[in-house]
């Protein structure tokens, strides 16, 4: 709660002359740009995630074992990622329009252009969908094709069955999905960074490190924390007025078999999605990364940058996984309504923007950093400078915050594994306090705690907000360096650090493929 206590006290602050300049010229630009943004964004992966699910769950055509788990490979690549190759691509100076306008020997105006609203929605669109994706298709998995048989029994037909009764069904399921793609829009820094599209997160970039107002950033955070609160209760309020049924038979149900025009442009519709928002972008970061390997590759460099983000990544996912096995163990041995609301307070950093919690740690940080120096000054008469920032205390403690929720999920589960018969089996064995963690608990978390390592390693590595604001001076990693070249338009020098991050994306895919499997 310290962030964001930091962050909203200075909604009371006086205003400067910086803050009263972003209230004139800045702040309606900024409400309408991530207005629209959100807006756009969630229709966008609602419709993309919503068919494909239902496609997958419910009819069977070429290819649909291979799409149903590729369809999750979207996740593996950052949105930042995605952005930069869309505009290396589809750009006017770009390979396409290029090719386009030698082949054409056209001008090529009606091309659309890239650098737009609806580039930034499309682009982040592909990115996020997987969200909505996932969690609706397990809703209509539940149902099956039987929800249809019972609205066409009703007298609907195939496509009044589907938005009178299942899509209705689903949407617990696919509001969940939709949260979480709107909490990752609000959040997002990089994507709207390499457009130059202005949001309220690059608003608070700006502020702090252009115009050197810490005061203007963190009025400009608090504004977004409240926009995220709003949400948030909104959001609980719509889902505690739902009510749903299912039936357990449902799974088991034959998918519907359509005829070959049908089956076909299903299958057509998915691959270009799969093609645009997973395999173009892979392909083009290969490419790029050959053409840079071979000029101007400098090995000691990456290595370096690698080295960056894989002990900062390590470091966080220990301290992470750490803290979360106490708050899981703690709930577990002190049930009551003051632990269920201290962990729920402790895990909702993941609803705070990156930009957001790197201001609102930095504040308090620096006070106290102030505070220890003159204590050390009047004590010893020793000049100590700074003792706190410019180190990995902030950074690491803005990770804690941000991605406490990502391991607590997977770890908390295996907790609820451990019933209250094998502690007590254990005890009448002889075990108690440490022995039984020891022996019993941490041996049945193994699971649960590599899970969340694993998430909370690949998330940190592809974290930029955090990174980019907090990070001490020359401590640069790979996802420092994509927003360093992709500022300067160096897509081909970009290549190689993005297609690290994807390979380590790729890791808690295929993860929790193999463990939806079994």
């Not at 000054?377 to 803005?398: K, P, S």
Request: glycine letters at 6%.
């Amino acid at each position: 709660m310290i962030p964001v206590g930091a962050v909203t006290a200075s909604l009371f602050a006086p205003a400067g002359d910086i803050w009263e300049h972003l209230v004139e010229n800045t702040l309606p630009l900024l409400l309408t740009n991530t207005f629209w943004l959100a807006l756009g964004v969630l229709f966008g992966t609602g419709l993309l995630g919503v068919s494909l699910a239902w496609f997958t769950a419910v009819y069977e055509f070429p290819g649909r074992s291979f799409f149903t788990w590729a369809l999750l490979l979207p996740l593996a690549i950052p949105a930042y990622v995605t952005a930069f190759v869309a505009l290396g691509l589809f750009d006017f100076t770009g390979p396409i329009q290029t090719m386009l306008r030698d082949w054409l020997e056209s001008d090529l105006r009606w091309f659309p252009d890239i650098r737009s609203r609806a580039g930034v929605i499309i682009v982040m669109s592909l990115a996020f969908y997987p969200y909505v994706y996932l969690l609706a298709r397990n809703a209509f998995v539940s149902q099956g094709k039987r929800s249809l048989e019972v609205a066409q029994s009703l007298g609907f037909t195939r496509c009044a069955g589907f938005y009178k009764v299942a899509l209705p069904m689903a949407r617990p399921w696919i509001a969940g999905g939709l949260m979480l793609v709107l909490m990752e829009t609000l959040a997002d820094f990089g994507t709207v960074a390499v457009f130059n599209y202005d949001t309220f997160t690059t608003a608070i970039y700006q502020a702090w490190f252009s115009l050197f107002s810490l005061t203007a950033a963190s009025q400009l955070a608090s504004l977004l924390i409240l926009i995220v609160f709003v949400i948030v209760v909104l959001e609980q309020q719509f889902r505690a007025r739902m009510r749903y049924a299912e039936t357990r038979k449902s799974q088991r149900a034959n998918r519907i078999l359509l005829t070959a025009g049908y089956q076909w442009s299903i299958t057509g519709f998915i691959t270009v999605v799969w093609f645009f928002a997973f395999l173009l972008p892979v392909m083009q970061l290969l490419h790029w990364s050959l053409q840079s390997v071979t000029s101007d590759f400098d090995l000691h460099r990456y290595l370096e940058f690698l080295w960056h983000s894989v002990s900062l990544s390590g470091m966080a996912a220990l301290i992470t996984c750490g803290v979360v096995v106490m708050i899981v163990y703690a709930a577990r041995r002190f049930p009551g309504n003051t632990m269920q609301f201290a962990v729920r307070t402790a895990t909702i950093g993941y609803a705070l923007p990156g930009a957001v919690l790197a201001i609102g740690i930095f504040i308090p940080l620096s006070w106290l950093d102030a505070k220890l120096s003159e204590l050390v000054f009047t004590l010893f008469e020793v000049e100590t400078g700074l003792l706190i920032q410019g180190t990995f205390i902030i950074m690491l403690l803005a990770y804690l915050i941000r991605f406490m929720a990502v391991s607590h999920y997977p770890i908390n589960g295996a907790m609820q594994r451990i019933t209250p018969s094998i502690e007590e089996a254990a005890m009448c064995m002889g075990l108690h306090g440490w022995a039984m963690i020891r022996k019993i608990h941490l041996p049945m978390l193994k699971s649960g705690i590599f899970t969340g390592a694993t998430l909370v390693f690949v998330d940190v590595m592809k974290e930029m907000p955090i990174t980019l604001m907090t990070r001490p001076f020359g401590w640069d990693t790979l996802a420092v360096r994509v927003f360093e070249m992709t500022s300067e338009g160096e897509w081909e020098q970009a290549a190689l650090p993005a297609l690290t991050l994807v390979l380590a994306g790729l890791i808690p895919i295929l993860f929790f493929m193999r463990q939806t499997e079994h």
